[in-house]
C-alpha cells in the first residue's frame, strides 16, 4: 500500500508541477509547439529580404493606342486636333483652333512619340496621326478660356430664371425657388443617422 500512496502523491505533485508550468508559458509558445510538432516549422527569411516581385499578376496584352498621349510638361495642354477628314482639308477647324492659341506641337520636342507622318501632311515639323494634329496650349489660356464659359452659363441659366420670373403671376407662381441644389438619395431616401 505504500507504493500506491507513494504513487498517488507523486502524481499530484507531477499535476502541480504540470499546472504551474501551464501558467507560465504564452499562448505562442503553445502555437510554436504546436506547429513544430506538426512539423511545419521552417526556416524563414527576414521581411527585408522577401521580395513581392513573384506574387505580381502577369500582365496582359492590350491594342496600342490610335493616338499616343504625350508625357505630361509643366505648364501646357495638349489636344489632338482635326486637320483633314474623309481625305479633305479641313481649314476652317484648324484657323478657328489657332485663334484659341493652340500651336502644333514640333516633333523634335517630342521623342517619346514615334509614329509614322501622315503622306501629304500639312505640318511636316508637327505629329500627325489621321488627320489630327498634336497641339499644345498655356494653361493659362485654357483657365481663362474655362472661365470665360463657365461665365457665359451661368448668365445663360440666369436669363432662363429672369425669364420665369418675368412671367410669373403672384396668384399662381410657376418656379418659386430659383436656387440650384441637387440631392442624391439612396434607398427609400431616408438618410442613415
Known sequence: MANTQEMQDLETKLAVLRASEAVYTSPEDDIMADIEDAGFAEARAPRSVETRAI???????????SLPDPYPRPGKVHRWI?????GQIDNTNVSSKFREHWTPANRA?????????????????????GGLVLCVNSDET???????????????????DATFKSEEQHPMPIHTDLGRRTQVQFGSGNAPT
Open 55 to 65: 506574387e505580381e499578376r502577369p500582365k496582359t496584352w492590350m491594342p496600342p493606342k
Open 82 to 86: 482635326r486637320v483633314s477628314m474623309m
Open 109 to 129: 520636342e517630342y521623342p517619346e512619340i514615334t509614329v509614322l507622318q501622315d503622306v501629304g501632311a500639312q505640318f511636316p515639323d508637327g505629329i500627325q496621326v
Open 142 to 160: 485654357i483657365a481663362q478660356r474655362s472661365a470665360y464659359y463657365d461665365n457665359l452659363a451661368q448668365n445663360a441659366a440666369k436669363g432662363a
